[in-house]
């Protein structure tokens, strides 16, 4: 079994900064990537950014240019760095770690950008 815990979250002005980190642990073997998924009210829940193990990284283009998707394989962690917030980036994000063949997902935390 493998367990995300997501932190970092929480209530910013517009303009702002926030950092996520996303740590698995347990039966972690041969992790293919890691990312992070958001989801605002009403609305489908939709990729923000992605990493796969090489290192090579994609974005939704309305976070292109302002987040950053970064991980630490010896740590098992995913970070998500989110600059130049907007209200519209307000939802839950989610972090996820893809295996071969399993997909596992964090809880969630919320991110509120204030205008």
């Known amino acids: 079994q493998v367990r995300l815990v997501e932190s970092g979250g929480g209530l910013v002005q517009a303009g702002g900064s926030l950092r996520l980190t996303c740590e698995a642990s347990?039966?972690?073997?041969?992790?293919?990537?890691m990312g992070w998924h958001r989801q605002a009210p009403g609305k489908e829940r939709e990729l923000v950014a992605g990493i796969i193990r090489d290192g090579t990284t994609n974005y939704a283009d309305s976070v292109k240019g302002r987040f950053i998707v970064s991980s630490d394989n010896a740590k098992h962690t995913v970070y998500l760095q989110m600059n130049s917030l907007k209200p519209e980036d307000t939802a839950v994000y989610y972090c996820?770690?893809?295996?071969?063949?399993?997909?596992?997902w964090g809880r969630g935390t919320q991110v509120t950008v204030s205008s």
């Open positions: 347990g039966s972690i073997f041969n992790i293919k990537s």
């Open positions: 996820n770690v893809r295996f071969t063949y399993d997909t596992y």
